[in-house]
């Protein structure tokens, strides 16, 4: 698939390529974007530039992982965050993403969370957006909480990051949470009763 460009209220996404080695690599210096998300750490320049010409255009190239930057749509303004949707499943996709420290709080990543995920919906016959986090990345889950996901629970040692086995809590996001038509039909389960 050829990238595309979204655009919300406030921010531009498009992929990104070597022109945005700089900015990428400044921004996951960021101890919390490396404690919290799988980028290498200690983070090399060459880390950064292997994801921008290599990882992103061959995920778009290949249809398997749609890698947006978030910017700012006025020049020089610069990069506020990452998100990457990657297939998992036939009808399954789950997002990721971080925000630069400069650019956290200011919602941000929410607005860019519901945007790329009406269009997984809609461009990639995606029926079920899932999200993943360590157990503990409160801000990811608030992001997550905001934008709509359910989150279902923890799974135990689900997560690898860095070598390490980890916790993770995991939620999902349907076409129908944000009132769009699913690609398939779905049958929820039937609700418990409580008698015995």
């Known amino acids: 698939m050829e990238p595309v460009i979204l655009t919300t209220a406030r921010l ?10 700089d900015a990428v690599y400044a921004a996951a210096l960021d101890p919390d974007i490396q404690r919290w998300t799988t980028v290498p750490s200690p983070y090399q320049y060459e880390d950064a530039r292997g994801f921008t010409e290599r990882i992103a255009p061959d995920g778009w190239a290949d249809d398997s992982m749609f890698t947006f930057g978030l910017f700012l749509p006025a020049p020089g303004d610069g990069l506020v965050g990452m998100l990457g949707i990657t297939r998992r499943a036939p009808g399954t996709a789950e997002v990721g993403f971080w925000g630069t420290r400069e650019h956290r709080g200011n919602g941000y990543v929410s607005e860019a969370v519901r945007a790329t995920a009406r269009w997984a919906f809609a461009h990639l016959a995606v029926d079920r957006l899932e999200w993943r986090a360590e157990v503990g990345n409160t801000a990811s889950r608030a992001v997550a909480e905001r934008t709509g996901f359910t989150v279902e629970g923890t799974l135990r040692a689900a997560l690898d990051n860095k070598g390490v086995r980890r ?30």
């Open 12 to 21: 531009v996404l498009r992929t990104v390529g070597s022109k945005d080695t």
């Open 167 to 196: 916790d993770c809590w995991v939620g999902s996001l349907l076409p129908s949470d944000l009132g769009l038509p699913a690609t398939a039909p779905y049958v929820p389960a039937p609700a418990r009763s409580s008698g015995g």
